[in-house]
């Protein structure tokens, strides 16, 4: 079975700063996906970015990137020049392909003024 | 750009009651997912489906869930007797599911509220 852990269930960071935040998988599959989920107070589901286990580059999308590195099974995302908007629950999630998400617990970040 | 649309945003149901939630997945996908979420848990699988049929369930998904896609464009979750328990936000998801594109988009949610 695949386990997703987030280490961190709540981070801060002051606006404009850069954080990161943790992720690591257990699989035993060498080809899936991974993603990070932004869900804001709102509390709708939304893509941040993705990654591919067979693409050695790590994804990359204006402010938020990841540094993925299979071997260690690890995948965390970091958020450069931080805004408010960005408070929200962050959550990993791993899918296998042609199978389900399976999401971590999740960590809560606020982005302080 | 696309999206999973869901009703109703919040539903409110007395414990025992049936109740019916409804889903649009984005046109041109083929997979359909119910995910649901206890309020500060994480996101929890409840179903896949793909050709009108279940493809795979989790334990949550007992005999008191059932899906539907009764005309081609809606995707429903029914459940037959609520219980206290199930009060959840409940999320639809679609994807397309190509060999490049494995994205899953989510819909906005309802709040399932059983008193």
């Known amino acids: 079975a695949q386990t997703v852990t987030q280490s961190q269930p709540e981070m801060s960071v002051q606006e404009a700063e850069t954080v990161t935040l943790s992720c690591t998988y257990d699989t035993s599959e060498n080809n899936y996906y991974l993603f990070w989920y932004k869900q804001p107070p709102s509390r709708q589901m939304i893509l941040v970015i993705r990654?591919?286990?067979?693409?050695?580059q790590n994804a990359t999308e204006n402010r938020f990137s990841v540094n993925f590195q299979k071997a260690a099974k690890s995948f965390s995302l970091k958020i450069s020049d931080s805004q408010l908007g960005d408070t929200a629950m962050y959550f990993c999630?791993?899918?296998?392909?042609?199978?389900?998400?399976?999401f971590g617990t999740g960590t809560s970040l606020t982005v302080i003024p | 750009e696309p999206e999973v649309t869901q009703t109703p945003s919040h539903q409110v149901t007395q414990m025992g009651q049936e109740v019916i939630l409804r889903c649009v997945p984005i046109s041109n996908h083929l997979y359909f997912y119910w995910y649901r979420q206890i309020l500060g848990q994480k996101v929890e699988f409840l179903v896949s489906?793909?050709?009108?049929?279940?493809?795979?369930k989790s334990e949550i998904f007992d005999d008191q869930f059932s899906v539907e896609r009764p005309d081609g464009s809606n995707f429903t979750l029914k459940i037959r007797s609520t219980k206290l328990e199930d009060s959840a936000m409940y999320f639809c998801?679609?994807?397309?599911?190509?060999?490049?594109?494995?994205?899953?988009?989510f819909g906005s949610g309802t709040q399932l509220s059983v008193l």
């Open positions: 998801a679609s994807t397309e599911r190509t060999a490049t594109n494995e994205k899953l988009f």
């Open positions: 489906f793909y050709n009108n049929e279940i493809s795979e």
């Open positions: 990654q591919e286990a067979y693409k050695q």
């Open positions: 999630a791993f899918m296998k392909p042609g199978n389900q998400f399976y």
